[in-house]
Each structure stands twice: as structure tokens, then as C-alpha cells.
């Protein structure tokens, strides 16, 4: 890990174009028991324009949401770039045919999920995700989980996340897809920020990159270059950030 995060952040804000790519739960908004209910922190919304409003510099919302749930959710439109369903869609949207195969998914995992008080079934662009925080019988969630694994089989992407269990129709992952956007803006610079297991792709994908840094939301294993403790300590350090561009 380094350590030295002042000047990290100094030398990002030298590069341009500069792509600043955050994920969203658990990073720009507290995790809470419906999903819906994840509106941002107090903070976000003018931090990321200040951001934004700097020349050369691209903000994009990366998420496992689609993009039409992380819009309505998060309230961010205009002049932010967005990535969905871990980065199978894009403001451009995504393949028709993703769907069919999804309400396969869903008919094969609504029964397991109505099985189980607490338990929710999300129905996503090009994935379902299985919900268990709001489960009390710790036991039954994870049975319930391993249950949604089998029935869903090895041709879906399983990603697990934060007491979830997200079935995915495509492959697709963060890491390609930050790079995919950092490419087509030409970007010298990216700074990624995550919380969460699907956002080690991201890390990884940008480990090996010049002028790239990623930072890791809270504690656990990381293969992030950065650190910060929580989501009062994202604010920090976007703070930073927008001080080293000057806005
Ligand atoms: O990639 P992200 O932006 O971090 O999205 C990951 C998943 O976030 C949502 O689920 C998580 O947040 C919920 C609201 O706080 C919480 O109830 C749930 O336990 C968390 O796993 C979202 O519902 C999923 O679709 C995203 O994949």
C-alpha cells in the first residue's frame, strides 16, 4: 500500500485528461436495507461537479446497478458518465437479447428467494441479484445463496458482494470496463475508488497502469495502490483532490 496519499493525489492532478471513476454503494452512499433507499452522501453531489468542472477531467459512476436504477437512485445526471451492471452497460445501453436470458434467471431464482423471509430478488438489466441483508436467519441466507449458485449454474457470472449474490448473464467486470472508458477518453490519468469485491477488478485491472491510482473503501484484503477508512474519508480525499486541480 502506499502510504504517501498527498502525493499521489498532487500527481494524478497533473495528468490530463483525467478520468476520476468511483463506484457507487458503499463509497458515495451509506449501504442500507433496501436498496432503493442508498440515496448519496450529503457531500457527493456538489464534490463531483466541483471535480467535473475542472478542465480535462471526466467523472464516471461505476456500478453493479444498472444504469437506469444508479440515475434514479443516486439523482446524478449531467455532465457525469456512468457504467452499469458491472460494466455490461454503458450510457449507451445494452445488447436486447441480455434480457431473455435474465428472465430465465429470473424464473429460476424467484421461487428459491419467496422461500425465505427477508430475503429480495433484484431484477437488474443483464443479471439478478439475490439480497439477504434483511434476512435474520443468518443459516437460511446462506443456504439461500449457495441454493441461487446452483440453480443458476456455471454459464452465469456469479459475483458476491455485500450480502449479495449478484447472477450475471455476461461476463463483463469493472476492470475492462474502466479501461474500455479510459481508452476511448484517451486518458493519461485514473483515479478508481471501491468498497466492494467487484471492484478489485478495477484495482487490478489498474494496477500495472501508469498514472493510475485506486483506493479501497474500508478494510479487508485489496490489491488497491490506496487506502481510506470509510466514506468520511472518501470526502477527504476527494477534497484533496479538487484542491490539487484548483477548483
Ligand atoms: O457496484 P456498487 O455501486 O457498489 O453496487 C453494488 C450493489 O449495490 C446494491 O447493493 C448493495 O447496496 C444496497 C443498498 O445499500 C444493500 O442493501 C445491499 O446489501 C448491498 O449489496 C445494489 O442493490 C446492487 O444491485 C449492486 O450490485
Redesign the pocket.
Known amino acids: 500500500m502506499t502510504t504517501d496519499l498527498t502525493a499521489d493525489l498532487t500527481a494524478l492532478a497533473g495528468r490530463r485528461p483525467l478520468l476520476v471513476a468511483s463506484?457507487?454503494?458503499?463509497?458515495l452512499?451509506?449501504?442500507?436495507?433496501?436498496?432503493g433507499?442508498?440515496v448519496p452522501e450529503e457531500w457527493a453531489p456538489a464534490l463531483l461537479r466541483r471535480l467535473a468542472a475542472a478542465d480535462g477531467v471526466v467523472v464516471a459512476?461505476?456500478?453493479?446497478?444498472?444504469v437506469d436504477?444508479?440515475r434514479t437512485t443516486s439523482g446524478f445526471g449531467e455532465p457525469f458518465r456512468f457504467v452499469g451492471s458491472?460494466g455490461a452497460e454503458t450510457d449507451d445501453g445494452l445488447d436486447p437479447a441480455v434480457a431473455a436470458e435474465r428472465d430465465l434467471l429470473v424464473d429460476a431464482l424467484g421461487p428459491l428467494v419467496d422461500a425465505v423471509e427477508g430475503a429480495r430478488l433484484?431484477v437488474?438489466p443483464a443479471?439478478v441479484?439475490v439480497?439477504?441483508?434483511?434476512v435474520a436467519d443468518r443459516a437460511a441466507a446462506t443456504a439461500l445463496l449457495e441454493r441461487a449458485a446452483a440453480a443458476a449454474g456455471p454459464h452465469h457470472t456469479a459475483?458476491p458482494?455485500?450480502?449479495?449474490l449478484?447472477l450475471a448473464v455476461t461476463d463483463a467486470d469493472?476492470g475492462t470496463a474502466v479501461l474500455r472508458l479510459a481508452a476511448q477518453l484517451g486518458a493519461d490519468g485514473v483515479l478508481y475508488l471501491?468498497?466492494?469485491l467487484?471492484?478489485e477488478d478495477a484495482f487490478t485491472a489498474l494496477a500495472p497502469r501508469t498514472g493510475s491510482a485506486s483506493v479501497k473503501v474500508g478494510a479487508g484484503d485489496t490489491a488497491a495502490s490506496l487506502r481510506v477508512a470509510d466514506l468520511d474519508g472518501v470526502r477527504d480525499l476527494l477534497e484533496e483532490l479538487a484542491r490539487a486541480l484548483g477548483v
Not at 463506484?23 to 463509497?27: A, S
Not at 459512476?61 to 444498472?66: E, K, M, W
Open positions: 463506484d457507487y454503494d458503499g463509497v452512499a451509506r449501504l442500507r436495507d433496501v436498496p433507499e442508498a459512476l461505476v456500478s453493479g446497478r444498472g436504477d444508479l458491472h433484484e437488474k443479471a441479484a439480497h439477504v441483508r434483511t459475483k458482494g455485500k450480502d449479495v449478484e469493472k471501491g468498497d466492494d467487484t471492484d
